[in-house]
């Protein structure tokens, strides 16, 4: 079993920033792909951005491109969503979510995902 536990989140003006982090515990040694969602309240979740655990892959929702950026800690076992010039729209519930796969391009597909956390808040104010 994985256990995927996000920090970090909190309230913030818009233009500021904010770094969510992810930790994995129990058996990470077959998970190939990492991911950050989010959900708005009323909308559907979202992919926000994914890596390969063997760093050989990003992706980003286009709406976010330029301004996060996703990384990790192997050694911590962390996955890390930076988040800079944050605008109202980014607010949300934030989830990190683990494959077994490589998800590659379709890293979007929610269904990829064997685990998933509680997630985190993270409101931008105008």
């Known amino acids: 079993q994985v256990h995927l536990v996000e920090s970090g989140g909190g309230s913030v003006q818009a233009g500021g920033s904010l770094g969510l982090s992810c930790a994995l515990s129990g058996y990470t040694y077959n998970l190939h792909s990492m991911a950050w969602f989010r959900q708005a309240p009323g909308k559907e979740r979202e992919g926000v951005a994914a890596m390969g655990r063997l760093g050989d892959f990003t992706y980003y929702a286009y709406s976010v491109k330029g301004r996060f950026t996703i990384s990790q800690d192997s050694a911590k076992n962390t996955v890390y969503l930076q988040m800079n010039s944050l605008k109202p729209e980014d607010s949300g519930m934030y989830f990190c979510?683990?494959?077994?796969?490589?998800?590659?391009?379709?890293?979007?597909?929610?269904?990829?995902?064997?685990?998933w956390g509680q997630g985190t808040q993270v409101t931008v104010s105008s």
């Open positions: 979510a683990a494959a077994q796969s490589w998800v590659g391009g379709t890293w979007y597909f929610e269904g990829w995902y064997n685990y």
